[in-house]
Nanobody
Framework: QVRLVESGGGSVQSGDSPTLSCVAS?????MAWFRQAPGSERKFLGY????????YYATGIEGRFTISRDVAKNMLYLQLNKVRPEDTGVYYC????????????????WGQGTQVTVSS
């Protein structure tokens, strides 16, 4: 089973544009980002699969966040553009062997998450 490790979180200021990283121990078809804000359910942000046009963002995410993938390095990235306090939360990387989906239960493997705290 693929293992995932996220990094890049921490305390940032409003308006910063940090980049989170996720490294996978092996190749997987789909890699995605989710966020869980304090007191809220985990929310899908977007995914990238192995197809050249294989990307999808949740409504309201495209343009604010950018998901990229380096297949050769088994890396997934999430650039948070001009973060706001409401972007605070734990960001999770997830992978699925065969297909992509916005539903978290369709993913096989999860990372431990990386905390991002945005102060105003």
């Amino acid at each position: 089973q693929v293992r995932l490790v996220e990094s890049g979180g921490g305390s940032v200021q409003s308006g910063d544009s940090p980049t989170l990283s996720c490294v996978a121990s092996g190749l997987t078809f789909c890699m995605a980002w989710f966020r869980q804000a304090p007191g809220s359910e985990r929310k899908f942000l977007g995914y990238r699969n192995l197809r050249p046009d294989g990307w999808y963002y949740a409504t309201g995410i495209e343009g604010r966040f950018t998901i990229s993938r380096d297949v050769a390095k088994n890396m997934l990235y999430l650039q948070l553009n001009k973060v706001r306090p409401e972007d605070t939360g734990v960001y999770y990387c997830a992978s699925a062997l065969n297909s992509c989906d916005a539903r978290g239960e369709r993913y096989d493997t999860w990372g431990q998450g990386t905390q991002v705290t945005v102060s105003s």
